[in-house]
């Protein structure tokens, strides 16, 4: 493990904070220069965010110790990119198409990201993807299930990768609670180069406030706490993910999302521009029509906004439609219709 660290990143010593030293309660603080009064946001946070980790690692059994928490899991990714791929030397692949931030991380990073292709049905083209590894390639990024095309990927080609593949490998699990299918977190402790991102920007309703979380085995993650800022998960949004993991039921949208999905598919099916409708592990769908962005832009015009999807060859003509509420679908679904009538001629 520790050969496929950054050369810089191995020789890093780390900033150890006023808040990792200090050890017990009730201390009169004077160590970090904070202000003494507007208590208590006069402190720095935990750097470690014990607290909230504890938490997370009861709810998903993994324990403390495997865990990284990060500003979003953007940022888990690219500290990841960061920490372990040599700039102007080393590689990523990852599949296409998929989620566009691998690729401004990559950019960023000053790393080549190389993107193979999924075949017609949305899955993993293993062949090309073991063919295009050479030996700068470091890190295997993999979005199960998929976005865009909202999909899972085989778990046997995954775990093929696993074992084949010398580097590390990731999967971002952002939309893993509307899938059918098991999270990789089960297979955690047996393959010490998997790395799985999740976060609760989707299946929690807490995009605003900015927390993913990474698991990896213990030396990634002290690796990863090395290389990351202090602080770099702010006291509000430990306070309120702690408040919001504990109060309240755990996701408690995610069946009635799975079920608008099921609506909104069997809705859009009797569309006569509706090509076709993916199966969808995720919280959006996935849609060809005859003449996506005509559909795009008159939905526009009636205030509802989707995504084009359409300049990549495997999801020509397709919109990315999140699912909404109840409402919110059924104005979608009125809104189509209603286009389907008076715009038979463009659509
Ligand atoms: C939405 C999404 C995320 C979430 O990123 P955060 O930074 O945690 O908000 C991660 N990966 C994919 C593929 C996504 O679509």
């Known amino acids: 493990m520790k050969k496929l660290v950054r050369k810089n990143i191995q020789k890093l010593i780390p900033y150890s904070s006023a808040r990792n030293e200090f050890i017990g309660k ?3 603080l004077l160590d970090a220069n904070e202000l003494a009064f507007n208590e208590p946001l006069n402190r720095y946070p935990d ?4 607290e909230l980790k504890e938490i997370v690692s009861q709810k998903k059994q993994i324990p403390v110790s495997n865990i990284l928490l990060g500003n979003g899991s953007d940022e888990c990714i690219d500290l990841l990119v960061r920490a372990f791929c040599e700039p102007n030397v080393e590689n990523i692949i990852t599949v296409s198409p ?10 960023i990073n000053g790393i080549e990201l190389r993107k193979v292709n999924l075949l017609a049905d949305f899955q993993l083209d293993s062949e090309s993807i073991l063919k295009t590894i050479d030996s700068n390639t470091k890190l295997i990024i993999l979005c199960n299930p998929n976005n865009p095309t909202a999909n899972s990927f085989s778990e046997t080609e995954i775990i093929q990768l696993l074992k084949k593949f010398g580097g590390l490998v990731l999967i971002d699990e952002a939309y893993i609670d509307f899938s ?6 089960k297979y955690l402790a047996q393959y010490e180069n998997l790395i799985i991102t999740q976060t609760l920007s989707k299946s929690y309703g807490l995009a605003a406030i900015r927390l993913g979380i990474l698991y990896g085995n213990k030396f990634i993650i002290n690796t990863l706490n090395k290389v990351k800022y202090p602080y770099n998960v702010n006291a509000l949004t430990i306070n309120e993910a702690v408040r919001q993991l504990t109060e309240k039921n755990n996701k408690p949208w995610v069946d009635e999302i799975i079920r608008e999905r099921t609506k909104l598919q069997q809705a859009l099916i009797d569309l006569p521009f509706v090509e076709q409708i993916f199966d969808s592990n995720t919280n959006f769908l996935l849609v060809k029509f005859k003449n996506a962005k005509a559909v795009q832009e008159l939905l526009l015009q009636n205030r509802i906004v989707v995504r084009d999807r359409s300049q990549h060859e495997l999801t020509k003509e397709c919109l990315r439609i999140t699912v909404g509420t109840a409402d919110q679908n059924k104005l979608l679904i009125e809104t189509l219709k209603k286009l389907a009538y008076e715009k038979s001629n463009i659509l």
């Open 26 to 28: 009730d201390n009169i």
């Open 47 to 50: 750097p470690l965010q014990t």
């Open 98 to 107: 998929s989620y566009g931030i691998y690729d401004v991380i990559a950019q």
């Open 180 to 185: 059918q299918n098991k999270s990789f977190l």
